[in-house]
């Protein structure tokens, strides 16, 4: 038990398909993250939520859509994907950065996305 | 802005053997330096940070990382390498002035033969 679960651990999905990926953290903490990993490329954050509002969008393309109703919960939306999308979605919660949180993450064990 | 280096993109040593991940960084202000690993179809596990004070830092599994401030460098170490140690591992850095997230290196494999 990491303290971030993610759902699911796997899923392969058409290009046409609608799916979501689900993040929940029980660290207490008010900051979320998508992160995007694919094979020999360096980690790509997609997205960051601080107290509900998302404060960072890294130029993901609009088929990614976020969503977070409250602290604990982060949600990745996915519609009309591609093949290039195919990667592992890792998604992290942090204290709020400042005083004594050092911006610390914690990563759930990601969700492994196929795209044919 | 912030960034890291992970100059090697793998690193063999043979078990029992001490072992050296390296690490650098670019950062305008002191910087909070991290190592996460990374098993198969795991997500990344904290192994230790830097913060503030003793520029050897230990953290979990036995692993130790050295601060250097003039060579800009955090390198990942530890005394006797484990086959158990392969994985693939992460150095990270966040500039701890205004608001910013970790900026992750590209990763570096470690092989630890029997």
């Known amino acids: 038990e990491t303290g971030v679960t993610q759902t699911p651990r796997h899923l392969v999905m058409g290009m046409t398909n609608k799916k979501s990926l689900k993040c929940e953290q029980h660290?207490?903490?008010?900051?979320m993250y998508w992160y995007k990993q694919s094979a020999k490329k360096p980690l790509e954050l997609m997205f960051v939520y601080s107290l509900e509002e998302r404060v960072e969008n890294n130029s993901v393309p609009s088929r990614f859509s976020p969503e977070c109703p409250n602290s604990s919960h982060l949600f990745l939306h996915l519609h009309t994907l591609q093949p290039e999308d195919s990667a592992l979605y890792l998604c992290?919660?942090?204290?709020?950065?400042?005083?004594?949180?050092?911006?610390?993450?914690?990563f759930g064990e990601g969700s492994r996305l196929t795209v044919l | 802005a912030q960034s890291v280096a992970q100059p090697e993109d793998q690193v063999n040593v043979a078990e029992g053997n001490p072992l050296t991940v390296k690490c650098t960084y670019s950062v305008s202000g002191n910087p909070y330096l991290f190592w996460y690993v990374q098993y198969p179809n795991r997500g990344l596990q904290f192994l230790l940070k830097?913060?503030?004070?003793?520029?050897l830092v230990k953290g979990s599994y036995g692993f130790e990382a050295e601060f250097n401030k003039s060579q800009t460098s955090f390198h990942l170490k530890k005394p006797s390498a484990l086959v158990s140690d392969s994985a693939l591992y992460f150095c990270?850095?966040?500039?701890?002035?205004?608001?910013?997230?970790?900026?992750f290196g590209k990763g570096t494999m470690l092989l630890v033969s029997p």
């Open positions: 660290l207490g903490h008010n900051a």
């Open positions: 830097y913060i503030t004070g003793d520029n």
């Open positions: 990270a850095v966040r500039d701890p002035s205004g608001y910013s997230t970790l900026t």
């Open positions: 992290a919660s942090s204290p709020i950065s400042g005083g004594l949180n050092t911006g610390e993450l914690f």
